[in-house]
């Protein structure tokens, strides 16, 4: 059981916090604040969302750059192929290289009208996912993650479609692929496996979503095609009013799916922050992650 193998033993751990940008100066102080609680964990990457429709489009690079600037943090900057074209695409994929972003998270994205809706896409732009990454793959020399789905993407006709995408991704250049949120890791590891089936061998990290919040994150979870299981559910039912409690029964709920994951030999995560650290931080610790403070220039 990895976890409770001496740490010499272990492939050394992998982790990566994924951010928003920032809309107003309260929340900017949030964002920072929490980059600079997590950036002494030496993260591989911090990671920040684009906006439905590219609507964070100079926020995305703002934050991505100075990131890295303040902190000497490596960051990825995510983008979508919503509502543009190709060229216009490309051009902010040479914005990230001019500003000196090596790592793009590429996905396709959602139509403005909701998840749920279908997907459209620009006449002249990339259709997918798949597409995207073969087209920043021939403008520069980029680190690229992509999406994966343990409980299969919403659009995904069956799970032969959704590993044959995922698939299609990694073959058009991706190193890796990060999860949507999932609270059963037994999904999880079965996504893993049909992967592996497929002769998929890139790593499938994790994307682990602390519950700060079940009401928010239940609303998250039903819009991309999480499932909450009952258990869970009713670890959390009546405690909206009972923020302390609640704050006990989510970290203990994240503290049980990373551990479990460790002791099934799981060594990259990847924290979806929602700009907040007190979970996380917690988390990284349990997976035995400290901060080095002197490697951070704080503010
Ligand atoms: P794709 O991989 O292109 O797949 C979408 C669907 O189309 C799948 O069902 C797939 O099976 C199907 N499909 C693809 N190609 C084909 C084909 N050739 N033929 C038939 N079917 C096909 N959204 C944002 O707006 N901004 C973000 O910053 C953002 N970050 C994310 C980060 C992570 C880690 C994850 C997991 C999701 C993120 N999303 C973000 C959400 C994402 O945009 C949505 O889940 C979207 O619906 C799908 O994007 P994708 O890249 O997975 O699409």
């Known amino acids: ?77 995510h983008l979508t192929c919503v509502g543009a074209s190709r060229d216009e695409v490309d051009e902010v994929v040479r914005g990230y290289q001019r500003a000196g972003i090596n790592r793009i998270v590429a996905l396709r994205g959602d139509p403005p009208e909701g998840v749920g809706q279908p997907f459209v896409p620009h006449p002249k732009g990339y259709r997918n996912a798949a597409e995207l990454v073969a087209g920043i793959r021939r403008i520069g020399d980029f680190d690229i993650s992509v999406a994966a789905y343990p409980e299969r993407h919403p659009q995904s006709a069956d799970w032969g479609a959704e590993i044959d995408n995922l698939k299609r991704k990694l073959d058009a250049g991706a190193d890796r692929a990060i999860t949507q949120m999932f609270f059963s890791n037994a999904d999880y590891l079965r996504y893993l496996e049909r992967a592996r089936a497929a002769g998929i061998t890139a790593p499938i990290v994790p994307g682990i979503q602390p519950i700060h919040s079940f009401k928010q994150i239940s609303g998250f979870a039903s819009r991309c095609g999480a499932s909450i299981p009952t258990w869970l559910a009713d670890r959390f039912e009546g405690l909206e009013n009972d923020p302390e409690t609640h704050q006990l029964v989510a970290a203990a709920v994240a503290a049980e799916q990373v551990t479990e994951l460790l002791d099934e030999g799981v060594t990259e995560f990847h924290f979806y922050t929602l700009n907040r650290y007190n979970l996380v931080l917690a988390l990284a610790r349990l997976l035995g992650r400290r901060p080095a403070e002197e490697t951070v220039s704080a503010t």
């Open 1 to 77: 059981r990895t976890s409770r193998q001496p740490a010499q033993l272990r492939p050394p751990l992998q982790i990566s916090f994924e951010f928003f940008p920032p809309k107003t100066d309260a929340m900017e102080e949030r964002f920072w604040e929490t980059i600079h609680k997590l950036a002494p964990l030496r993260p591989r990457f911090v990671s920040v969302t684009y906006g439905a429709g590219g609507t964070t489009r100079e926020r995305t690079l703002r934050m991505v750059s100075q990131v890295k600037s303040e902190t000497g943090v490596d960051a990825a900057a």
